[in-house]
């Protein structure tokens, strides 16, 4: 897999992107905490700004893509984002950043990653074989943990010590490389006809719509994605409050307590490559949510800026981090076996929608609790809500997959992973 030069590019494309997305999303919110002194309703609306493009654009998006070359899709994404988050830090320098430019360029910047995204998922069925999904997807989350390591603690220290659009224009490098990367990309995919009337669309958005809904393996991974999506969201935006406002820390340590997800992210790619043949695809995804999830419930209790507080939030980020990834690995990897390769964008769309899309409503809800109910009672309600998702897994049929994965009806499975 490695010695194929369009799957190196695609990788290489995709860590650069991921990079400066993380980048982006720890900048934005800190940069209206810290700078602008944002509310935490006002926070919470920055958010579901950034994240209202999932659940308005995702299945237009599936449909979208489904009829075009992936790569065209994501290297105009890519430098659509280099140049919203270029006109954000041009509008610093002149002095005219306020929370109005961060809600504008939040939204284009998560437009443009909703069809990245289904893009890249859609990609990588076209250029490897089947029975190298699992790695070639522990591969891309590899990538995608780097991005989380260097990406939130870049952002904090960008923003702490330099300035906020110097901050943003680092992300734009990001985008640029992976521009310059997946543009490489020399397979050939086939052009979809493109006569379609709007109707039509609709009518391709109904079929993804109801493969998803008709495969139970499928639903279930769209409940306990909506799940945790919608508490992470809520959680997220208290997390974001609380580590500067209550627990006293300076935007650098805040961006190193959520880079280290980013090892745990890593560590866990590697082990969603040998756990799922060992153990079942059911038992590394009810086990590695429940502890993931679970990490969160410690940090309600700590109090002031000392190392075991800093400790603590970095051993939390680690072990989310590598729950995480093995959840999201398998996940992916189930969702691209059972689906026939002319509805993957489509698939991924509809996942995507149902699963992410009551993120901005959770993010609405994490801000109101915090200026009710208080930032500490908040963040332990909401990280007591993420583990809704591990309990929606391990009543679905998900729980009880083995050790190969399942197969698209008409197409036979792959033998176990040795």
């Known amino acids: 897999m490695w010695r194929d030069a369009d799957f190196r590019r695609l990788w290489v494309g995709q860590t650069a992107s991921q990079l400066g997305e993380h980048t982006c999303l720890v ?16 926070l919470g609306i920055l958010r579901a700004v950034g994240q ?9 998006a599936g449909a979208w893509v489904d009829r075009w070359r992936t790569r065209t899709v994501m ?15 041009m ?5 005219w950043l306020g929370l109005h430019a961060l809600f504008v360029v939040a939204f284009a910047v998560g437009v443009l990653s909703v069809f990245f995204d289904v893009a890249y998922q859609a990609s990588l069925v076209r250029l490897v074989k089947r029975d190298q999904l699992v790695h070639g997807n522990s591969a891309l989350e590899g990538s995608r943990s780097a991005a989380q390591i260097g990406g939130p603690a870049l952002g904090g220290a960008l923003v702490s010590l330099l300035s906020a659009p110097i901050a943003a224009a680092s992300s734009v490098l990001f985008f640029v490389l992976s521009f310059l990367s997946i543009r490489r990309i020399r397979r050939t995919e086939p052009i979809p006809e493109r006569s379609e009337r709007p109707p039509r669309v609709w009518r391709r958005i109904g079929e993804g719509l109801r493969f998803v809904v008709g495969d139970t393996a499928l639903r279930s991974v769209c409940l306990a994605s909506a799940a945790f999506q919608f508490c992470f969201a809520a959680m997220m935006t208290v997390y974001l409050l609380f580590l500067p406002r209550e627990l006293h820390l300076s935007g650098t340590a805040v961006g190193l307590a959520l880079a280290a997800t980013g090892p745990g992210a890593l560590l866990g790619s590697v082990l969603a490559a040998r756990l799922p043949g060992r153990f079942g695809y059911g038992a590394v995804l009810v086990t590695a949510a429940t502890l993931g999830d679970g990490a969160f419930l410690c940090v309600a209790a700590l109090r002031g800026s000392s190392v075991v507080t800093v400790s603590v939030l970095l051993a939390v980020s680690f072990v989310f981090g590598v729950g995480g990834q093995l959840v999201s690995v398998t996940v992916m990897a189930v969702r691209q076996a059972v689906t026939p390769d002319g509805m993957q964008g489509r698939t991924a769309a509809t996942i995507t929608f149902m699963g992410m899309g009551l993120a901005p409503l959770g993010s609405l809800l994490g801000g109101f609790l915090a200026e009710e109910w208080g930032l500490r009672t908040s963040l332990l309600v909401t990280a007591a809500g993420m583990m809704l998702s ?28 040795s």
């Open 390 to 417: 591990p309990v929606v897994l391990a009543l679905s049929p998900l729980a009880r997959l083995g050790r190969a994965l399942p197969a698209v009806p008409g197409r036979a499975a792959d033998p176990p992973l």
């Open 91 to 95: 509008a610093g320098l002149l002095r």
């Open 27 to 42: 900048i934005l919110p800190l940069f209206a905490v810290m700078t602008l002194d944002a509310g935490a309703g006002q």
């Open 52 to 60: 209202a493009p999932i659940l308005l654009l995702s299945l237009f």
């Open 75 to 89: 290297v105009l994404t890519d430098a659509g984002r280099a140049l919203a988050l270029g006109a954000l830090a």
